[in-house]
Nanobody
């Protein structure tokens, strides 16, 4: 079982930066692919970025390419999302998720989810 807790959300002006962290419990973190998802009010939850178990492969949604960076530190059981040049349309609740497997996964069928952290970007 993996428990996830996100942190680092908040209010930031457009053009600013935030780094989200997701701390995972359990000793098998390195066997999980990780993903960051977001859900804005009235919209579906969508993938933002995902990373392979060893960090060797990543995926980014087109809307965040070249602005966001996903990374992981398996020694610290933590996955990060560095968000630069934030836009008002990035406003959402951001969730990290874990899925057992050796690849990068971009659909919603992750087994474990954190409670989410709010990111608000003001114009």
């Amino acid at each position: 079982q993996v428990q996830l807790v996100e942190s680092g959300g908040g209010l930031v002006q457009a053009g600013g930066s935030l780094t989200l962290s997701c701390a995972a419990s359990g000793r098998t973190f390195s066997s999980y692919a990780m993903g960051w998802f977001r859900q804005a009010p009235g919209k579906e939850r969508d993938v933002v970025a995902a990373i392979r178990w060893n960090g060797g492969s990543t995926y980014y949604a087109d809307s965040v390419k070249d602005r966001f960076t996903i990374s992981r530190d398996n020694a610290k059981n933590t996955v990060y999302l560095q968000m630069n040049r934030l836009k008002p349309e990035d406003t959402a609740v951001y969730y990290c998720a874990a899925k057992a497997g050796r690849y990068v996964y971009t659909t919603l069928d992750y087994e474990h989810w954190g409670p989410g952290t709010q990111v608000t970007v003001s114009s």
